[in-house]
């Protein structure tokens, strides 16, 4: 599921004209530039998460529970959201357009490949989580990819992501919150306000 979104990112870069890269995008201040530098897989991460693979018991074993995690008040999606976006534009202002495209049709998906030996049970030392599973990483790469992607689309235009994605990404993220008053919101059954689960 994330090798196909990626691919779909990198046909949509493929499309792009000079004028489409610099459009801003529906998150203040970042360009579709930004946006793609932001969300391109890095080659270098999955060297390093190869390296973080332990034998220690995972502390965190859903991507629902990482986003619990780096939302709560004071959490990492609050603190750092500055330098992240900062980084998205230093990485936009480094890489190409190409170099970009790149990163999401032949680099990524070749990285990845190298963990077909590892399970979805497989634990990884995480400088925040402490432990988690690769399989809750997974998920949380594919709401980001799938999130962002909807960015890419409200900037450009372009056709939905992949059905599977869209469904994994809803599942995500109503598995955030609270069930019961999940349920009751969605169901009309209280005012009481569940969402955004994210920042």
């Known amino acids: ?60 074993t859903s991507g629902a529970e990482v986003l619990r995690i780096y939302n709560r008040p004071g959490g990492v999606a609050h603190v750092a959201a500055p330098a992240i976006e900062e980084q998205a534009r230093q990485a936009a202002g480094a890489l190409s357009p190409k170099e970009l495209v790149d990163r999401f049709a032949v680099e990524g998906p070749e990285a990845f490949a190298a963990f077909a030996d590892v399970p979805p049970t497989a634990v990884v030392a995480h400088p925040i989580l402490g432990t988690v599973t690769f399989g809750a990483l997974g998920e949380i790469a594919v709401m ?56």
């Open 1 to 60: 599921m994330l090798t196909d979104l990626w691919h779909s990112w990198a046909e949509r870069g493929a499309q792009l004209g000079p004028d489409d890269w610099t459009a801003p995008t529906r998150l203040p201040g970042w360009s579709v530039q930004a946006l793609f530098a932001h969300v391109a897989p890095d080659p270098e991460l999955f060297g390093q998460l190869r390296g973080a693979l332990t034998e220690e018991p995972a502390a965190v």
């Open 144 to 199: 980001e990819a799938t999130v962002h992607l909807l960015d890419l689309i409200a900037a450009v235009g372009g056709p939905p992501p992949p059905a599977a994605a869209l469904e994994a990404t809803r599942g995500l993220l109503a598995g955030v919150p609270d069930p019961v008053a999940f349920i009751e919101s969605a169901a009309g059954r209280t005012d009481e306000q569940v969402l955004p689960v994210m920042r």
